[in-house]
């Protein structure tokens, strides 16, 4: 009887272990690795679109601010900026002038209408975004009025050149901010020189005609002097040159009794800087009377130029 309930109960241990390799267990197995890839799949997407979200805010992130001008008619431009983010700062600038500031206030689109100033002018635009990326803009615009103005430089002076399509009544000017000269003119056409100071200034010249028409133009100049030259001999057979310049003497040339050969000295080429601040040069001369014609260049271009006669 014990034998029997034995058999009985093994019998029973082994269907018991018989049902637990049945298809419960296979779908409980199928079930556990349907989550544990549903997890994996779910970190991979979630992995990739983090990555995707860091590349294009990264690629956001570099861009620059685009700057457009729209041109409406024959005087007047309109500035456009536009950008993907906030802009923090835009202006813009004709020739040296002063930058005028456009107000932002955070956009991403600004506008902005201005009028071109007669004359050759060059327009400077810049922009830049609250991650500090930045761009600028150039370009030059011509636009005849009925008052145009030049500036040439002419050794230590700077010639102003004004011409009106009616006559002009006066014209004045003035270094950075000092009280103004006035220049009466009368005319359709005035040519003044101007002496420029030592060290960089800004000229301003403003010029009005009899319709009460006015143009303005500023240029920023550098005054320099011009060399210091003397010719002597040296008593015997050769003459000697001395020059002197606070910049520095580039450049010598220098031509004997008018002939079309120029002897050429490019001191830049040999000494440095300090070592042209003075300069003394011999070289030898022939029997009775010599002419000689000596210019001098200094670091800036300007020159000066001397005639001497050498006798021997």
Known sequence: MNQILSVENNQKKKNRKVKNTGPVAIENILKFFSIVILIFGVFMIGSGSYSMHNNAQEKTSN???????????????????????????????????????????????????????????????????????????????????????????????????????????????????????????????????????????????????????????????????????????????????RASDEEGIKRVEFVINDSDEKYVLDLDKVYSIDQRKEFEYSYPIGEGETILEVTVYNESGVSETIRARVNR
């Open 63 to 241: 861009t620059k601010p685009t700057i457009q001008v729209e041109e409406g008619s024959e005087t007047e431009i309109t500035i456009r900026i536009m950008h993907d983010k906030a802009l923090s700062k835009v202006t813009y600038k004709w020739n040296e002038e002063e930058e005028t500031q456009i107000q932002t206030n955070g956009r991403r689109d600004v506008e902005q209408t201005i009028e071109i100033p007669t004359g050759d002018n060059i327009l400077t635009i810049y922009a830049q975004d609250t991650n500090g990326q930045e761009t600028s803009y150039q370009k030059a615009y011509s636009l005849e009025g009925d008052i145009s103005i030049d500036f040439a430089l002419d050794g230590n002076n700077i010639k102003v050149t004004a011409t009106g399509k009616n006559e002009l009544s006066y014209m004045t000017y003035r270094w950075d901010e000092e009280e103004e000269t006035t220049v009466d003119i009368n005319n359709t056409q005035i040519e003044q020189d101007i002496e420029i100071p030592m060290g960089q200034h800004t000229l301003t010249v403003i010029v009005v005609d009899i319709n009460n028409t006015t143009q303005t133009k500023t240029q920023e100049v550098k005054g320099v002097t011009k060399p210091q030259v003397e010719i002597t001999t040296d008593g015997s057979s050769n003459f000697i040159i």
